[in-house]
C-alpha cells in the first residue's frame, strides 16, 4: 500500500468524519470528571456515536497484525499511560490527566483525535505544562504541512520544542494516514530532520499525535495487550489531528465548536 492522494469528493467526507470524531469529544467533556469510571465515558461515547451521530467507532474489534481484537470503543490513557489505554473499572481522581482517543467512522472514512483533559479543572504543575507544551507540540507540526514540505519537517519540529522543554518524544509510536482505512501509509514520526522523509503533495491525509513525556521515552506495555505506558512511570501526554495538505497548506479537519484554540505565540 502506498500513500493515497484524497479526491475532492473524498476530502468532503474526510471533512464530515473528523468533525464528527471532535464533536465526540465535546460531548463527553462534562462528564469527565473525579469519580466517573473509563468504562462509564467509553459507554457514554459509544452510545452517542453509534445512536446520535449514526458512525461506527473504529476501535472496537480493531486487531492489527500482531495484536488481540480491541475490547472497547475509546481509548482512555491516564497519567504514565502513553496511549491505547484500555477503559476499566477505576473511578478518574482530582489532578489525574487523561487522554481521550477518538475515531469514528462515517460512511466508510475515518476521523481520529484526541485531547487531554485536567480531572477536576486540576494538576499539578508539570502536569500542565506537559499537557500545554504536547499541545503547542501538535500545532508546531501542523504549521510544518505544505505542498513541497517534507514529514521530517514536522517530526523535527515536534522533537525540538519537546525536548527544549525538557520532555521526550516517544518513538514507537506514531501519526499515520488516514482515510477509508484506520492507519494507512505514510508514517508520521514525532521526532526527526527537517527536510527529510516524504515530500508532502496536495490531498494527502494523515495524522499527527505526538506522545511527549516527562521523564525517559522508554515504554512498555502491559499485560492487557494494548496499554501502552512509560517504563519509568512519568507522566506522559498526547494530543492528536488529523490533517489535510491543501494547495497552500494544512486544513485540520478534526475541529469543532468546542476544539480548544490553536496556542498563542508561547514558545
Ligand atoms: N486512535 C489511535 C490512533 O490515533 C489508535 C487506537 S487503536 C485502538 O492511531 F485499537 F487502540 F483503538
Ligand atoms: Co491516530
Ligand atoms: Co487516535
Redesign the pocket.
Known sequence: MSIVIKTQEDIEKMRVAGRLASEVLDFIEPHVKPGITTDELDRLCHDYMVSVQSTIPAPLNYAPPGYKPYPKSICTSINHQVCHGVPGDKALKKGDIVNLDITVIKDGWHG?TSRMFLVGGDASILAKRLCAVTYECLWLGIDQVRPGGHLGDVGHAIQRHAESNGFSVVREFC??GIGRQFHEEPQVLHYGKAGSGVELRPGMIF?I?PMINAGKAAISELPDGWTIVTKDRSLSAQW?HTVLVTQSGAEVLTLSAGAPARPGSRS
Do not use: K, R
Request: proline content about 0%.
Open positions: 481520529d501519526g499515520h495524522t499525535e492528536e
